[in-house]
């Protein structure tokens, strides 16, 4: 059927229109549902031109597909099921035109699910984990007419495909956001005299020692830093996404290890858990985990992917130009700070993350500034990071200039893999 499919989708783009992609702007809105779609069948998809007029029945046949990682027991995989939901609401497609494929491992599986999404007539197919994009680019040259979008993804700007897409969020500023909160934290544990300043001891829960886990746990550590300047952090991996025992295990591990404070960058309740048996306060990723510590859960941050999702789906329906590398933050909503629990975190918390996050705005504030850290004793003057990511991981672009590296700004997917002093790797 898929083989048929490539003929009949080749055939097509000779008899019949194609989408001419040509500038749209993003859009977002706050609606929010938690309504799952199944995956439903649909007839292969031809199309005529409309010469400007409204073609009613190719909106009504339009669909979207979503390949993720594990199911809505992940964070992760929550966060962005969320947003397509939210995303489904505010466009006001059917159920029917939304479809969910879960549990797809980081394998060939994952092309087989793509194809599968494209015999069932969607238009745009999206993929949520790192270890997908392969698997989505062979789909996408496979099935040319089909846009192909992957979240976390290093290679659409060199393999320039004209259907395949990559997408991030400059989440670093929110996990520094997040930090300054924990740092905060730090800081009345000081005051109170719960623990020294020499105490201030951050344990982080990573999932890899990859570039985007390593962006996101420095990130929040400069941002304790930037208001608590004893912080220092332990980092533990999992190298698991999702392990709720492991993920657990190696919060209590870190724990043991002294630290009083915890943050991570995996996907399941485990973490939080542990830390609210053992009493530490706790600053999440992707979801508000007050249900699972109301007495430790600090705050949390998160991507809001629904403001790509409706852009995506528009800029396809509208027949616009969709960006090769999509990195939006705050001000447009694509990066956004949840779950502030006034019972944990210090005074005047939301107030001091209102005054940084209008400096990320403003742009007088960088995460990676280079003043504000170093690596072996020395300031960071220059580094060649790997950005285009080669098999052999070689440095090939100067991301540090102005004072600041230059996180997410030459591809959407993180490349910040630097060990700076303060963090130690166990």
Request: proline content about 3%.
């Amino acid at each position: 059927m898929k083989k048929v499919l490539s003929i009949i989708l080749v055939l097509a783009l000779v008899l019949s229109a194609t989408l001419i992609f040509a500038g749209c702007e993003n859009t977002k809105t706050e609606s929010e549902t938690n309504v799952e779609t199944d995956v439903k069948g649909g007839d292969d998809k031809g199309g005529e031109e409309n010469n400007g007029e409204e073609n009613t029945e190719a909106a009504d046949d339009f669909k979207i597909g979503f390949i993720f990682l594990h199911d809505e027991n992940s964070t992760y995989d929550k966060n962005f099921m969320d947003a397509a939901t939210a995303a489904k609401e505010a466009l006001g497609l059917s159920d029917d035109q939304v479809i969910f494929k879960a549990n797809i491992p980081e394998t060939a599986e994952c092309y087989e699910a793509a194809a599968d999404l494209v015999d069932a007539g969607c238009d745009i197919v999206f993929a949520d984990s790192f270890g997908h994009e392969d698997f989505m680019i062979q789909a996408a040259e496979e099935f040319p007419d089909v846009v192909f979008a992957h979240a976390t993804g290093t290679k659409a700007h060199t393999e320039d495909l004209p259907n395949f897409y990559n997408a991030f969020a400059s989440i670093y500023e929110g996990r520094f956001l997040v930090g300054v909160a924990a740092g905060l934290k730090l800081n009345e544990m000081i005051e109170n005299g719960v623990i020294t300043a020499d105490q201030a001891k951050i344990g982080y829960v990573g999932a890899y020692p990859y570039a985007e886990v390593k962006s996101g746990y420095t990130s929040f550590f400069l941002g304790a830093r930037y208001v608590c300047p004893s912080a220092t952090m332990e980092v533990k991996f999992t190298n698991s996404w999702f392990d709720i025992a492991a993920e657990k295990e190696t919060a209590n591990a870190l724990i043991a290890d002294g630290c009083v404070l915890m943050s991570q960058h995996a996907d399941s309740e485990g973490a939080p858990k542990a830390c609210e048996e053992a009493g530490v306060p706790d600053v999440s990723y992707n979801l508000d985990t007050r249900e699972w510590g109301p007495n430790t859960a600090l705050i949390s941050s998160k991507i809001n992917w629904q403001p790509y999702f409706e852009h995506l789906v528009n800029c396809v329906k509208e027949g616009k130009e969709i960006e090769q590398d999509y990195c939006y933050g705050l001000a447009e909503g694509s990066v956004e700070i949840l779950g502030l629990n006034d019972d944990v975190a210090a005074a005047g918390t939301a107030e001091k993350l209102e005054e940084v996050k209008a400096q990320f705005i403003a742009g007088t504030l960088h995460v990676f500034d280079t003043d504000t850290f170093t690596v072996g004793g020395e300031k960071l003057e220059e580094y060649m990071a790997d950005v285009d990511s080669d098999e052999a991981f070689t440095p090939d672009t100067q991301v540090i200039s102005d004072g600041y590296f230059h996180e997410s700004e030459f591809r959407s997917a993180p490349y910040f893999d630097i060990d700076i002093d303060g963090i130690t790797i166990k």
